[in-house]
């Protein structure tokens, strides 16, 4: 992956959010409960409090745009029939984390979101 597609993979918050809560887990996580997290980090509310349209509306864009340029630039592993995501291990997430490094808006601070354990 060259440095021009890791910055358009960094460009967008929905992305940034998947990347920065798979960091933090060891398990897959569910579509679903990804999505859930997504629509309250991007409208900054506790994840209880996300509207079921909200969620919905996450979930559209992460199955139709942005899991696919994840999984297509070898940074996540989207296992469809049980419906969950992995991050990747290798070249791909150390570029884009090392892209990543260089940015004000990384890791997404502005947003609420998990505890960061170093990588």
């Not at 940074?75 to 049980?82: A, C, P, V, Y």
């Not at 991050?87 to 997430?93: F, N, P, Y």
């Amino acid at each position: 992956m060259n440095r021009t597609e890791t910055v358009h993979i960094l460009a967008s918050a929905d992305r940034q959010i998947i990347l920065d809560e798979l960091l933090v887990r060891e398990d897959p996580i569910p579509i679903e409960a990804l999505s859930r997290i997504v629509a309250s980090r991007r409208h900054k509310l506790p994840p209880a409090n996300v509207t079921e349209t909200r969620v919905e509306q996450a979930q559209s864009r992460l199955v139709h745009k942005h899991l696919p340029e994840l999984a297509d630039s070898a940074t996540i592993d989207i296992d469809w029939s049980s419906e969950t995501v992995t991050l990747c291990e290798g070249d791909s997430l150390q570029q884009l984390l090392e892209t990543a490094a260089e940015l004000d808006t990384w890791p997404p601070t502005d947003l609420q979101g998990p505890t960061h354990r170093q990588r």
